[in-house]
């Protein structure tokens, strides 16, 4: 029996992570969006509301489908009542993976992904479009690695961490929580906290404000 599935977000990326759910039909039932514009025809989806309004969807899971760690963060800390067992996991029948490796609640795991093997991904983490992870990378919570990013082995990406698309972070390196990887950058050495690098090799561009730590 499929589940029923309200999503987070009625923008663009809402609808990607609404395709990812449709093509599991026998897992996951669509309910809707909640969000602020009126995007969400797709697929003749309604709009249920504003964010404000997902106690009205007590019987539902949620996934936040909004791109930006900080304003996943956000969210998830407004609802701070629903436990994680409350927040689906979806991953794109396309996405390819060892038996090794987890996926945390809330998370979004894109078409064309490929993780290989002893990989750990945290809570409400975004993994898009055929990006890679290598072995024995941590992944931490709220990260987004958009599309076509490539995050070799033995990396470390702490809570809140956004990698931009197309970026290549070098194997064995730390990326600090709060950090920022601008588009195309290529890392090669480690990033502090709340950091945003740029460029080929990457070098600081600024420092963001602090990523909030728990929920």
Same mark, same amino acid.
């Given at each position: 029996?499929?589940? *029923?599935?309200?999503? =987070?977000?009625?923008?663009?990326?809402? +609808?990607?992570?609404?395709?990812?759910?449709? +093509?599991?039909? #026998?897992?996951?039932?669509?309910?809707?969006?909640?969000?602020?514009?009126?995007?969400?025809? %797709?697929?003749?989806?309604?709009?249920?509301?504003?964010?404000?309004?997902?106690?009205?969807?007590? *019987?539902?899971? %949620?996934?936040?489908?909004?791109?930006?760690?900080?304003?996943?963060?956000?969210? /998830?800390?407004?609802?701070? #009542?629903?436990? #994680? *067992?409350? !927040?689906?996991?979806? =991953? #794109?029948?396309?996405?390819?993976?060892?038996?090794?490796?987890? %996926? $945390?609640? $809330?998370?979004?795991? /894109?078409?064309?992904?490929?993780?290989?093997?002893?990989?750990?991904?945290?809570?409400?983490?975004?993994?898009?479009?055929?990006?890679?992870?290598?072995?024995?990378?941590?992944?931490?919570?709220? /990260? &987004?690695?958009?599309?076509?990013?490539?995050?070799? $082995?033995?990396? &470390?990406?702490?809570?809140?961490?956004?990698?931009?698309?197309?970026?290549?972070?070098? +194997?064995?390196?730390? =990326?600090?929580?709060?950090?920022?990887?601008?588009?195309?950058?290529?890392?090669?050495? *480690?990033?502090?906290?709340?950091? /945003?690098?740029? $460029?080929?090799?990457?070098?600081?561009?600024?420092?963001?404000?602090? !990523?909030?730590?728990?929920?």
């Amino acid at each position: 029996m499929s589940v *029923d599935l309200v999503i =987070i977000g009625a923008g663009g990326f809402a +609808q990607e992570v609404a395709w990812v759910a449709l +093509q599991q039909r #026998d897992r996951w039932h669509v309910r809707g969006f909640l969000g602020d514009r009126e995007t969400s025809a %797709f697929l003749a989806l309604p709009l249920l509301g504003p964010v404000e309004s997902y106690k009205a969807q007590p *019987d539902a899971k %949620f996934v936040i489908a909004r791109g930006a760690p900080r304003s996943r963060h956000a969210i /998830c800390t407004l609802m701070f #009542d629903i436990t #994680d *067992d409350r !927040f689906a996991t979806l =991953i #794109d029948p396309s996405v390819r993976c060892h038996a090794s490796v987890s %996926f $945390g609640s $809330g998370s979004i795991i /894109c078409a064309g992904v490929v993780a290989t093997v002893d990989i750990l991904v945290g809570r409400h983490t975004i993994v898009n479009l055929n990006s890679t992870i290598g072995h024995q990378s941590r992944i931490g919570d709220f /990260c &987004t690695i958009a599309p076509l990013a490539a995050v070799s $082995g033995n990396v &470390t990406l702490e809570d809140g961490v956004e990698i931009g698309t197309g970026a290549v972070i070098r +194997q064995g390196l730390r =990326i600090g929580r709060g950090a920022m990887v601008g588009m195309g950058a290529v890392v090669t050495r *480690d990033v502090g906290e709340n950091e /945003c690098v740029v $460029g080929n090799p990457a070098r600081r561009l600024k420092m963001l404000p602090p !990523f909030e730590s728990g929920r």
